[in-house]
């Protein structure tokens, strides 16, 4: 099969985060495994999702590995013209739910593999696929657990998320959090005597945009990104049932995106004292404040002087390198396993997430030139 017919295939699993991927994943490993490569299946607890991991060539020594994960956004709410799970080829475009965001990847990968499994390898080739990443780089977790206690780890790490083949070296973490903001009930024309909710979610809404301010004026800098500081974002406010009540209960959802260098949990401890401060000010017993984190995921910031930068540019034939905007599991890969990471893959995410996503032929041609290159150096020992 060539990529192109993998990529198909991946395309016509409807993998959205919401839904299971273990038919994608079982479809993997049978076409692996039928080709006399064992793989190793990570499920979820309830055996709808799954990782894999698979080993090709030496077994005593690190290799190099390549990460994608296998869900996909949703499709709702979209204006498609295309079918979303469905390989449609135009005008050397290659439309569908993933083909950018990251099956194209993924499917080039699959095809690496089983062509390694034909060559003489002197240094082992690693694929691991995981699930769940669009909401947090959930699913990945237990992969990574299980590389923390194997007796030798992947040298380096290639994650395929759309850079237009641009070697990535960096990209920043994230905290999704959530405040929920407790008042007193009470009649709309009695309010002074109530608690709102909203009020102190509000307050506390212009406590997070008062702190990026501040990050604007005096924090850390990095000019390979577009915004290039920390932001903090509120997402969705909530509270409230009619407007002759004074709610007593509102949640407001923000995230932290922070620069590498930044530590989240400090600017975090900041936010907690503001909120505090806001629930003395509002000078009431029921007002309260409770800030909890939901999911986070590291930073990435591979130097440039790291091996795998390099390897990884000579593989592409790229000269620079940039940094992305958008997260990956890279940074878990890291900051937790110490494995030197990169950003590498088909597409631009300009495509991602939107409708009539697509890759084009030439990226997708592209990335297994990558491939190729990356097979004969590991035949040749690195």
Known sequence: MKTRDILAKLIAFPTVSVEPNIALINWVSELLDAQGIASTIIPNETGTKANLYATIGPQDRPGIMLSGHTDVVPVEGQDWQKPPFELTESDGKLYGRGT?????????????????SKRD????????????EEIGCIGVRSLVDMLETAPIRPAMCIVGEPTGMAVASGHKGKVALRATCTGL???????????????????????IRDKQAEIMQKGLKDGDYDVPYTTLHIGKIEGGIALNIVP??????????????DDPQEIIAELKQEAANIVVGSNHSAAKIEITEIWSYPGLLTPQEDEVMSFVKSLTGANGSIKVAFG????LFSARLGIPTVVCGPGS?????????FVTDDQLAACDTMMKNLLERLEAGL
Do not use: W
């Open 248 to 261: 007593n209960h509102a949640i407001v959802d923000f995230e932290i995106r922070n620069l590498a260098e």
């Open 121 to 132: 390898l002197k240094t082992p080739l690693h694929l691991a696929l995981s699930y769940d």
């Open 185 to 207: 009930e009470g009649h709309s024309a009695l309010a002074p005597l109530a608690m709102n909710a909203l009020h102190l979610a509000m307050d506390f809404g212009k406590a």
């Open 328 to 331: 990956t599991e890279g940074g």
């Open 100 to 116: 950018c965001d990251m099956k194209g990847f993924v499917a080039a990968a699959i095809h690496a593999v089983i062509t390694a």
């Open 349 to 357: 995410m300009l495509q991602g997430h939107k409708p009539d996503e």
